[in-house]
């Protein structure tokens, strides 16, 4: 009754704190237990968990049945001692360590085990995790600091080679689908793509890599604790100072000559391409025991190859060129660590990232055409861990500001050359990109979780239990247009000359920014029970609710509304018009997010060599305020397309959006403006359901995981049901509400028949679904210093299947469902990851990286029908290893006085040059009309897909880096 009573106490004061306080909060599981069996034990004995590293002492108690317990604690090296019986362990990020002491051991001499490296993987879990270490990520090589590149050792999770779109993702649907967490601090990005904040269009690496300890990639069967990720998570903790000083600095560097060029660009002359990272790093004691301190800051500056820009059209010649992408960030992280006595710690923290980078020009689209990418992500976390003999709560408050920025590099008005007045196929971009936006993110954190240890009924319980609160505030501004963009056929257009008169032009005014507040609630419990030394039951479940994810006080356009109420062809295709009008009352906040997590381990000897797994869990996401914000911004917002009446055409219609061209609307968009104004035409317009849903996926898996001495190996079958997914579609309907005569399947959209007197409907639905099937096997024997050597490897299996395709805008059939069923885009039917760590003579080091793949399926273009179709996925690559890298590294240690040692290092990076083509529809998975010879000529007499790459390769060509460390 005494534990009972302070678990209440101790939840109740939580709760009520928590209700007095603003804020958002991400629950995740990034501290460490420790358990096991005491031999030769008195109930109530004290078991002690030093961390070598702070001096922080922590204390459990030994059970009537003579185990013991203590959670909460950092990932790292501890003295685990009773008695005089003391093994030293090393605990990794977010698992369960199982360590047997034996209390007789006290009347002898003290006994140490020192373990380097784990002790044993965790076995008796649910989960599919992957811990990687920091051994692994100094020794492993990498092209470009990140470590999220490390998240390919999981099984089911690939990491794209895409350098200016560094993201991962897993099952069958987009790396919108992830998370990561960052000493509990959830990354997610609410308001754009690619999962992680700062991860949407970015070469950079979300955090300092110098401040991660240690990192966790779970792929299947998370516990409920985890929030806003429906197929894989990251769960990071960074580095904390200790008792004795230490640090280091690093630095590494590529020249021109260093750089590979891109394989199909060889012909051109080499851009000055250079790279350089430096950082540092520093931590130690302000208080011996009690008060650490930990800092660290990195830099990259980077110049890569990108396409050329080779326009083919006579007179623009002086737009050609190989051109350098410049990139730029900064990254810096502090932290204080307070252990003012046993029972309590408080962390402090701070990130800052900077990025500054400039893209966006290519092949046929001009330099002046690109623009900045410039974004920064701060945070702030305080975190106060309590513990008194069974209970353990953990109180945290953060602070998150994501802002990311796309600016053209000129003002310029853009010009697109096109094939003719009525063939909009383009082929040159020039003069100043025609967008520009402001995305951003802003939240303050409360969270409150509690652990009890003290429930024995029928087994051993570690319940926890949390809740949170979080308030967010997004912007999105989306200058769409407002600079203009001209279309110019290419038999008329003169490059450079100032009377070319363009057949179309696109033009925006009013007010491009939109705003938007949402409070976030979640609440979790879940109970890891031991039931004795075979079965291991972890049983949670998780409740999330957001006020206002899908910006639910919108109300439409009047206008707007008699439009769609009035519409006849979109009432013929089935739609009923209220379900996209909005009165600013009738979009109710989802409460059903209620997602079961239950899974169990089965160790067949109790000895933890083979145990049998499994689990079911369900996962809610959410949907990005990039999406939910489009409504609003249409109606402030008008994005006009002008036809330009042919010479000496008199105009006839005013209301229509035919003009006559005036010389001075070239360089006059306010006069370009007016004229827009005047035609009466208002744009295309969005509209979300008013039933939209939350995206979940039922994830299941049974696996077996068996030791063989050092060597642990594991073989999981894993499924994933991705349902309630997120797209838009086009909302135009043919006068009968058809979608095309030949069917929805087809992609003959209904263009010229949009929302009358606007333009195109864009309209929102949850139609698309993803089936992902897989087998997981992997092998794993850690590096240590008494081995000299450690190696790794994982091999997928993938059947995935899906509807619609992977771009949030879906126009090419009438709804995602008609596209059928077809394998997922860009996921591979197979993946091998290896990675190998050896110890060579003269303290020297060598490792590989090596990935091996099939490539992922692309869209198949039939045009052999009435109509074009497009299935994305249709089709796959025709070499049976359509992507394969391998990188090595070797380094070189010095050791000096004091401690210090100076590395030396050397990277190859795609080490055997491999050409990594990217797989596009309308190259190698296009089948051509039989009546089409000039398309089968061009293929060789092949009608139907070729299966080939593009000319143009994804990853890097062979590229060298050198660098330097120094570590005291």
């Given amino acids: 009754m005494k534990h009972t009573t302070k678990f209440r106490l101790v939840l109740g004061a939580s709760i009520l704190a928590l209700t007095a306080t603003l804020g958002d909060a991400a629950l995740a599981a990034d501290f460490s237990t420790v358990q096991g069996h005491v031999a030769s034990a008195q109930a109530g004995d004290t078991v002690t968990a030093t961390d070598t590293n702070t001096g922080a002492v922590t204390t459990g108690t030994v059970r009537p049945d003579g185990t013991y317990v203590i959670v909460g604690l950092r990932p790292g090296n501890y003295k685990i001692a009773v008695g005089s019986t003391v093994q030293e362990v090393t605990l990794a990020v977010g698992e369960t360590t199982t360590l047997d002491l034996d209390a007789a051991a006290a009347a002898e001499p003290t006994a140490t085990v020192t373990v380097v490296g784990r002790r044993r993987k965790e076995v008796r879990t649910s989960e599919v995790a992957t811990s990687v270490s920091q051994t692994q990520i100094n020794s492993l090589p990498q092209n470009g600091r990140n470590f999220l590149n490390f998240a390919a050792l999981a099984p089911g999770v690939a990491v794209t080679p895409d350098a200016e779109n560094k993201q991962f993702r897993a099952g069958a649907t987009s790396a919108n689908q992830v998370n990561v967490f960052i000493d509990g601090q959830s990354q997610k990005n609410q308001v754009l793509q690619g999962g992680t904040m700062g991860q949407d269009s970015s070469r950079g690496n979300p955090f300092p890599q110098l401040a991660i300890q240690e990192f966790k990639v779970s792929t299947q069967n998370f516990k ?102 410049d990139f730029q960030e ?22 800052d990232r900077e990025e500054d980078d400039v893209r966006g020009f290519d092949r046929t689209t001009a330099y002046t055409q690109g623009n900045t990418l410039d974004q920064y992500v701060r945070q702030g976390l305080i975190s106060w861990k309590y513990r008194e003999e069974n209970i353990l709560n953990e109180m945290t408050l953060e602070y998150q500001t994501y802002h990311w920025l796309q600016t053209p590099l000129t003002d310029a008005p853009g010009q697109t050359i096109i094939n003719s007045p009525t063939d909009f196929g383009v082929l040159a971009k020039v003069g100043g990109a025609t967008y520009a936006q402001e995305k951003g993110q802003d939240n303050t954190t409360f969270r409150d979780t509690m652990t009890f240890t003290g429930l024995d009924w029928h087994g051993q319980h570690v319940i926890k239990a949390g809740v949170k609160l979080a308030l967010y505030s997004y912007i999105a501004t989306e200058a769409d247009h407002f600079n203009p963009e001209f279309f110019y056929p290419a038999s008329s257009y003169t490059y450079g000359a100032s009377n070319n008169v363009p057949v179309r032009v696109v033009i925006a005014d009013g007010n491009p920014v939109v705003t938007g507040k949402n409070n976030q609630w979640g609440l979790f419990i879940q109970d890891d029970w031991t039931v004795d030394d075979h079965l291991t039951l972890n049983l949670g479940v998780r409740w999330d609710y957001e006020t206002n994810m899908l910006n639910d006080k919108f109300v439409t356009d009047p206008g707007v509304a008699a439009a769609l109420r009035g519409w006849a062809n979109f009432k013929a295709a089935g739609f009923d018009p209220e379900d996209y009008i909005s009165d600013g009352h009738n979009r109710k906040p989802f409460g059903g997010a209620l997602a079961p997590r239950l899974g169990f381990s089965y160790d067949v000897h109790g000895d933890r060599d083979l145990v049998i797994f499994g689990g079911y869990g369900r996962y809610y996401d959410r949907t990005i305020y990039d999406d939910a914000q489009l409504e609003t911004r249409r109606t402030q917002i008008h994005v006009v397309t002008l036809n330009i009446n042919p010479e000496g055409t008199v105009d006839t219609n005013p209301n229509d959006n035919n003009i006559t061209w005036d010389p001075s609307y070239f360089t006059d968009k306010n006069a370009l403006i007016a004229a827009a104004k005047a035609t009466g035409q208002k744009g295309e317009i969005f509209a979300l359901n008013n039933n939209t849903k939350v995206p979940y996926s039922d994830q299941f898996n049974l696996g077996v995981r068996k030791q063989f001495g050092d060597i642990a190996t594991s073989l999981t079958l894993a499924d994933i049901e991705s349902k309630d997914m997120f797209s838009f579609v086009l909302g135009n309907r043919n006068p009968d509400g058809s979608w095309c005569s030949y069917g929805p399947q087809y992609a003959c959209q209904p263009w010229g028949y949009g929302l009358p007197g606007y333009g195109n409907l864009i309209i929102s639905t949850n139609d698309q679904q993803a089936k992902y099937q897989a087998l997981y096997l992997t092998v794993d024997k850690p590096y240590t210093r008494a081995s000299h050597y450690g190696y790794s490897g994982t091999l997928t299996l993938t059947n995935a299947r899906a509807t619609g ?158 660098g330097l460390r120094y570590k005291w």
């Fill in 224 to 325: 409920a604790e985890y929030e806003q990720a429906g197929t894989a998570i990251i769960s990071a903790v960074t580095k904390t100072g200790g008792n004795e000083f230490h640090g280091s600095a690093f630095a590494t560097y590529q020249s021109k000559d260093m750089i590979g060029q891109p394989y199909f660009q060889r012909s051109q002359p080499k851009g000055d391409y250079q790279n350089t990272e430096y950082g540092v790093d520093l931590g130690g004691p302000i208080i011996k025991d009690v008060l650490h301190f930990y800092a660290a800051y990195e830099h990259r500056k980077d110049q890569r190859p990108t396409d050329a820009v080779d326009i083919t059209l006579p007179g623009f010649e002086s737009e050609n060129g190989v051109y350098a992408k």
């Fill in 330 to 351: 900064d990254l810096y992280f502090g932290k204080l660590t307070w252990t003012p006595n046993e029972m309590n710690t408080i962390d402090v923290s701070f990130q």
């Fill in 805 to 962: 395709h992977n771009d949030r805008f879906i126009f090419d059939y009438a709804m995602p469902h008609d596209s059928g069923w077809h394998d997922a885009e860009g996921v591979d039917k197979w993946r091998f990851v290896g990675t190998g760590i050896v110890d060579g003579p003269w303290d020297t080091q060598v490792s590989a990286f090596v990935t091996l793949a099939s490539g992922g399926p692309f869209d198949y273009i039939d045009a052999s029908g009435p109509a074009v179709r497009i299935i994305p996925g249709g089709v796959s690559p025709k070499d049976d290893i359509a992507y394969q890298n391998v990188d090595l590294r070797i380094s070189k240690d010095f050791d000096l006085p004091g401690g210090q040692t100076i590395t030396l290092e050397g990277q190859v990076y795609n080490l055997f040059d491999s050409i990594n083509r990217t797989y596009s529809g309308w190259n190698g998975g296009l089948k051509c009309s039989p009546t089409d010879t000039g398309c089968i000529d061009q293929r060789n007499g092949q009608q139907g897909p070729t299966r080939a790459g593009d000319d143009v390769t994804v990853g890097s060509a062979r590229s060298y880096q050198v």
